[in-house]
């Protein structure tokens, strides 16, 4: 009984020990933000477009588990009254996925919430999944991110807008 209970206890400890089980990434990419709304201001008509940027950050690998932190920046416009405006939202997203696959193939599912780093950006979380595809070190991720939280566009005739960002993530490796 003790061979067994001493067998079983060494086999545990080599499985949560297994070198290849952690490790990080370094990840850059872009990404582009779907969100899209018009309507009327005080009679104006108004419109409001999310539009591309950049993702920088770091992943670690826990097994399957795999906590992020990725600095995202992207670019939006609005449009009133035949004014223009372009600006620059950033945030920092932390995804938490489940990885389900092999060592060449993953499918990532999980959620995420992004801190507001700039003013003009509101935090967000939601569900985030997509698949990611291994040529030794080095990956491609390709990400879609749907937000839960609601926000309400102060038209007219007030309007709610869920964020829907893809992302195409190059990252490499470290184990």
Excluded: C
Excluded at 90 to 108: A, H, W
């Amino acid at each position: 009984m003790n061979k067994l209970l001493l067998t079983a206890l060494s086999l545990l400890t080599v499985t949560v020990a297994a070198p290849s089980a952690h490790a990080f990434s370094i990840v850059a990419g872009v990404n582009q933000n779907f969100n899209s709304v018009s309507g009327k201001i005080m009679g104006i008509d108004t419109e409001e477009k999310g539009g591309t940027g950049f993702d920088v950050g770091l992943l670690w690998n826990f097994s399957k588990i795999e906590i992020g932190a990725i600095y995202v920046s992207t670019k939006t416009t609005a449009k009133a009254g035949g004014m223009e405006i372009s600006g620059t939202t950033n945030s920092l997203s932390i995804p938490v996925v489940y990885q389900l696959g092999n060592r060449n193939f993953t499918f990532n599912i999980g959620g995420f919430y992004d801190v507001a780093i700039s003013s003009d950006a509101d935090s967000d979380y939601g569900v985030v999944a997509g698949p990611r595809f291994y040529f030794g070190k080095l990956f491609v991720d390709a990400r879609f991110a749907y937000g839960l939280k609601s926000d309400d566009i102060p038209f007219d005739t007030p309007q709610s807008v869920h964020s829907q960002t893809a992302t195409l993530l190059l990252g490499l490796r470290f184990n």
